[in-house]
């Protein structure tokens, strides 16, 4: 099939070019890792010592090019990130698996929740246009989406963390007693609450803006009119109809959110000290710690090309145009 043999070499060329990027950029910056390193050692730091250390961490200048790029390559695709720098001697793979389920949680189940009642009130308010419903459906999602999120975040953090003390500020569970079990599962809802919050309301007002203006779209199109004149319920119409045509733009959008999920919410994440990816990007990017940005930039990549191969799957079964 042409479409999907057309997709499949889109994602190669895409996986490819992501990772040819993610190679050169790091390099490109300025600062020495090895001298940064042996400075948190301690003590006076000695040529050969970073020269070592420059070819333990695989960036001494001798090494020619090309094959620092095969070199990471195979260590890229076999998920061999490295040593960090800034959390030196850990693994980056063990940086990354400790916060991924975290952040995986806490923006997968926020962006789930949003769109899911983003869609439904705008198929709504679509449907009932010009209607009372309609304009207070509108003029919330316009306030909501106008709030920057990480504004959002400091506001619910000040009032319901810090003057309410209803939540707690920072953490991902509580770190004063030892919790198992449903203990420690009721702990990371307590403590996710908040951030998680923050991620749908910011969210919110795009999904129902985006519903209703597709839906509106949608109602004009002939087959609705055909649809009414063969005297269907408006019910069905609205669903099977109207609200499954107009999806499919929502559909694109939700894909691009599910790839973004393992990137994390940064500012969130920062606001809260939420140990997710965002915050794990931020303390890589602020202490230039390379080979933790490359895999948390590669893992990004790989996931929103991901998402948008399966959502092309999706869109072969909601639009039969595709399958020709």
């Not at 707690?168 to 004063?176: M, Q, V």
């Not at 269907?232 to 894909?255: C, E, H, Q, W």
Request: with cysteine; aromatic share 14%; charged share 15%.
């Amino acid at each position: 099939m042409k479409y999907l043999r057309d997709k499949i070499m889109f994602f190669l060329i895409a996986l490819l070019s992501a990772l040819i990027i993610n190679f050169i950029l790091p390099r490109m910056m300025p600062g020495d890792p090895a001298e940064r390193i042996l400075m948190k050692m301690g003590g006076e730091i000695q040529p050969e010592a970073v020269d070592a250390m420059k070819i333990a961490l695989g960036v001494d200048k001798e090494t020619p090019l090309l094959q620092q790029f095969f070199s990471y390559l195979k260590n890229t695709l076999t998920f061999n990130f490295g040593i960090s720098y800034s959390y030196y001697p850990v693994p980056v793979k063990d940086l990354i698996l400790n916060s991924l389920p975290w952040t995986i949680g806490l923006v997968g189940i926020s962006t789930l929740i949003s769109f899911v009642l983003g869609t439904s009130l705008g198929i709504r308010a679509g449907w009932n246009r010009n209607k009372p419903i309609d304009s207070f459906i509108t003029i919330c999602s316009l306030i909501i989406r106008g709030f920057p999120y990480f504004w959002l975040a400091l506001i619910l953090l000040y009032i319901f963390g810090f003057l309410l003390n209803l939540f707690p500020l920072s953490n991902a569970y509580s770190t004063h007693e030892f919790l198992k079990g449903w203990k420690f599962f009721g702990s990371v809802l307590y403590h996710g609450f908040l951030p998680g919050l923050t991620l749908v309301l910011a969210s919110l007002g795009t999904w129902i803006l985006t519903m209703i203006n597709n839906m509106v779209s949608t109602l004009t199109e002939d087959f609705i009119w055909v649809a009414e004149a063969k005297g269907l319920k408006d019910k069905d119409i609205m669903n099977k109809y109207a609200a499954r045509n107009a999806l499919l733009p929502s559909v694109t959008s939700f894909g691009l959110s599910l790839g973004y999920i393992v990137g994390g919410a940064l500012l969130t994440e920062i606001v809260f000290s939420y140990p997710g990816i965002g915050y794990l990007m931020y303390k890589g990017v602020t202490s230039q710690d390379y080979p933790l940005m490359q895999a948390i930039f590669f893992i990004i990549s790989l996931s929103v090309l991901i998402a948008n191969f399966m959502l092309d799957f999706v869109y072969m079964f909601l639009d039969p145009r595709t399958r020709g």
